[in-house]
C-alpha cells in the first residue's frame, strides 16, 4: 500500500543493545510523522483517494473468476477453484504491484 501512495510505513530501527541487535520504535518519530499527516489535508486525500482504488482494483478479476468457473452456482470446490485461479492472476507479472 505504501507503494501505491495510499499508506506510510515507519519502519523500526536497529541498534546494538548489550551486544545484541534490537529492533525499536522511537516514539518521537511515530509521533511526528502523525502529527506531519495529520496537518498535511492534500497528502491524506491522495491516501485516502488511493486507498479506495487499491483495494477494489482486481475486483473485476475476480468476479471474472467467479462467473467463469460458475462457483457462485457450484458448491465450495468451485469457490477454491475460482480463488486459486485468482490467486495465479495476482502473482503474474500482469499484477502492477508484482515487482514490487
Given at each position: 500500500?505504501?507503494?501505491?501512495g495510499?499508506?506510510?510505513?515507519?519502519?523500526?530501527?536497529?541498534?546494538?543493545?548489550?551486544?545484541?541487535?534490537t529492533?525499536?520504535l522511537?516514539?518521537?518519530?511515530?509521533?511526528?510523522?502523525?502529527?506531519a499527516?495529520?496537518l498535511?489535508e492534500?497528502?491524506l486525500q491522495?491516501?485516502?483517494l488511493?486507498?479506495?482504488?487499491f483495494?477494489?482494483?482486481?475486483?473485476?478479476s475476480r468476479?471474472?473468476?467467479?462467473?467463469?468457473?460458475?462457483?457462485?452456482?457450484?458448491?465450495?470446490v468451485s469457490?477454491?477453484?475460482?480463488?486459486?485461479?485468482?490467486?495465479?492472476?495476482?502473482?503474474?507479472?500482469?499484477?502492477?504491484?508484482?515487482?514490487?
Amino acid at each position: 500500500m505504501e507503494h501505491a501512495g495510499c499508506a506510510e510505513v515507519i519502519y523500526e530501527q536497529t541498534a546494538l543493545i548489550d551486544g545484541r541487535f534490537t529492533e525499536y520504535l522511537d516514539g518521537k518519530v511515530l509521533a511526528d510523522k502523525i502529527v506531519a499527516l495529520a496537518l498535511n489535508e492534500y497528502r491524506l486525500q491522495e491516501m485516502r483517494l488511493r486507498s479506495r482504488s487499491f483495494l477494489n482494483r482486481y475486483a473485476l478479476s475476480r468476479i471474472s473468476a467467479v462467473i467463469r468457473t460458475g462457483a457462485a452456482q457450484k458448491s465450495d470446490v468451485s469457490s477454491v477453484s475460482a480463488l486459486q485461479e485468482e490467486k495465479t492472476l495476482l502473482a503474474t507479472s500482469e499484477n502492477p504491484f508484482f515487482n514490487i
